[in-house]
């Protein structure tokens, strides 16, 4: 864990708008045969690419219907009523935002009608571990936008079976599909269309390299949601803060992977040296600790400031993913914080119940895209149609200042368009 004295070492350490990401070239090639394959050889590819790199023989990828509604019965009875609850809060949560999304409103004879996507894929990370929470974070602000089919693909585990807690987070949420799939291929499936998969209008949803890399190179061909990479939080948190909250919730996003990162910037080095002897103290015991080490080692900072100003200053310079301010200074300066995917306050905040059961999605931008991007939500699954109503008094009040433009444009026919009408 890197320990960083002083404002201008910390903006060094997290300043990420001066370069662009490096593109791994061999990552790339690699993805780009794969989804090749997969435009070119449709299922007879996927077999292929599941047998080399899911370790299984898979001869159908569709999950029959009977077998998602049955996972439920397979899964531990509080497990099931937890994905109940949080499956509800998320709805709840869309839901009101595609309400207010829904506003009727004219102006100056324009108006817009909102439009559900017809199909969305949804990619659940699996194989090793398996995410039933992104299930529902992904499937149910598509529901609740009203998308008209919805279709999940995540990896097969060592057996060829997709985890029972995620088909049932599956049924839970109403996914129209599931399908054994992985990776980049399952990507590349999606945004072509094979034999036994569909053609989707648009990919959403977190995954590992292969991916992410995936989506970059099928967008234009189809709407993807975003490129989120490894998770990563920034704590602002004070001398008044608990050390132990600020360690736990760097060892939660920590254990997601080896590339996942923490930070940590306060105003008290006496609280900086508490969160260490917490992390040694609770990380030791941790059933991830390998993963949390390497995490740490490579990607986790501490940074000591002087005032809370610089701590904001600082979260604005890295855009994180998650914020989560432990400090009440700063949750009582919100307005200044520009840039983060989420952020939690409030005197228990912590990322872990953004996770599952806050309402808002947890698939969030990552890499400092929070600047210009926005978690997933009802807009990903809706796109706008603009309304012009054009009667005699637009025409006369605004077709001369047309014609002017498009005269100077030299389009001629659309001056005469409007002048025929004037």
């Known amino acids: ?18 370069s662009l990401p490096s593109v791994d070239a061999n990552l790339e090639a690699v993805v780009s045969k794969i989804v090749e394959s997969v435009r070119i050889n449709g299922d007879n590819a996927l077999k292929a690419l599941t047998r080399e790199y899911d370790g299984v023989q898979l001869e159908s990828f569709e999950v029959a219907k009977p077998e998602i509604e049955a996972a439920k019965s397979c899964v531990d009875i509080e497990l099931l009523r937890a994905l ?86 599956a049924a ?77 919730d760097m060892l939660a996003q920590a254990e997601h992977d080896p590339d996942a990162t923490s930070v940590l910037v306060t105003t008290s080095e006496k609280l900086a040296r508490n969160v260490l002897g917490e992390i040694k103290e609770i990380g030791n015991s941790n059933s991830r600790h390998d993963i949390i080490v390497q995490s740490l080692n490579a990607k986790g900072k501490i940074i000591i400031v002087d005032n809370i100003d610089e701590a904001i200053e600082l979260s604005n310079i890295y855009a994180p993913e998650h914020l989560c301010l432990l400090s009440e200074q700063a949750s009582a300066r919100l307005a200044d914080f520009k840039h983060a995917g989420c952020v939690f306050t409030g005197p228990s905040a912590t990322v872990a119940i953004g996770d599952y059961v806050a309402g808002p999605s947890h698939a969030l931008p990552t890499s400092g895209t929070a600047r210009f991007s926005s978690p997933l939500n009802v807009w990903d699954f809706l796109k706008i149609i603009d309304v012009v109503d054009v009667d005699n008094e637009l025409i006369q009040q605004s077709g001369h200042v047309a014609v002017t433009i498009a005269e100077a444009e030299g389009l001629s026919a659309h001056a005469l368009a409007i002048k025929s009408r004037m």
């Not at 292969?210 to 704590?235: C, N, Y």
């Open 1 to 18: 864990m890197k320990v960083i004295f002083g404002f201008e070492q910390g903006r060094r350490a997290l300043d990420r708008t001066g």
């Open 172 to 248: 839970i949420a109403g996914v129209d599909g599931v399908f054994s799939i992985g990776g980049a291929q399952a990507i590349a499936a999606f945004a072509y269309g094979t034999q036994c998969i569909p053609r989707v209008d648009k990919i959403c949803g977190p995954g590992n390299k292969f991916v992410m890399t995936a989506k970059k190179l099928v967008f234009g061909d189809v709407a993807i949601d975003g490129l989120q990479g490894p998770s990563e939080v920034l704590i602002i948190a004070d001398s008044n803060s608990n050390p132990r909250y600020c360690a736990t």
């Open 84 to 169: 109940d609850y949080a499956a509800n809060r998320i709805l709840d949560y869309h839901q009101i935002q595609k309400t207010n999304i829904d506003s009727y409103f004219s102006l100056m004879k324009g108006r817009q009608l909102s439009r559900p996507l017809e199909r969305v894929g949804l990619y659940a990370p699996g194989g090793k571990a398996y995410y039933p929470s992104t299930v529902l974070m992904t499937a149910l602000p598509a529901k609740a936008a009203g998308a008209g089919t919805i279709y999940l693909a995540t990896p097969p585990g060592p057996e060829g079976k997709i985890p029972a807690p995620t088909l049932a987070a």
